[in-house]
């Protein structure tokens, strides 16, 4: 079982920036994606930034250019820099890992999310 767990998140004021981090712990595949999903309340959650073990990465029209997604070191370490924040970035922000398990599989884990709140 793979648990992920996320820290970084707070409050900050528009134009602002924070950076969030997860860690992934337990059996890892060598191919993987990682993901960056947030979610507001009354809405489904949407996919800002993913990334791939050899570091192919995709962001949402509405974060490129000023958020940025990247490895760590360790394998299952995750990180988003975000910067010029605005009040509409606002929401709990959950890590994600993707990756075929057992029997060609595709398994998706996520954490339990860390809440990004932008004050005007």
């Known amino acids: 079982q793979v648990q992920l767990v996320e820290s970084g998140g707070g409050e900050v004021q528009t134009g602002g920036s924070l950076r969030l981090s997860c860690v992934a712990s337990g059996t890892i595949p060598s191919t993987y994606a990682m993901v960056w999903g947030r979610q507001t309340p009354g809405k489904e959650r949407e996919m800002a930034a993913t990334i791939t073990n050899n570091g192919t990465t995709t962001y949402a029209a509405s974060v490129k250019g000023r958020f940025t997604i990247s490895l760590g070191d360790a394998r299952g370490t995750l990180y988003l820099q975000m910067n010029k924040l605005k009040p509409e970035d606002s929401a709990v922000y959950y890590c994600?890992?993707?990756?075929?398990?057992?029997?060609?599989?595709?398994?998706?884990?996520w954490g339990q999310g860390t809440q990004v709140t932008v004050s005007p």
């Open positions: 994600g890992i993707i990756f075929l398990g057992r029997g060609w599989i595709m398994e998706d884990h």
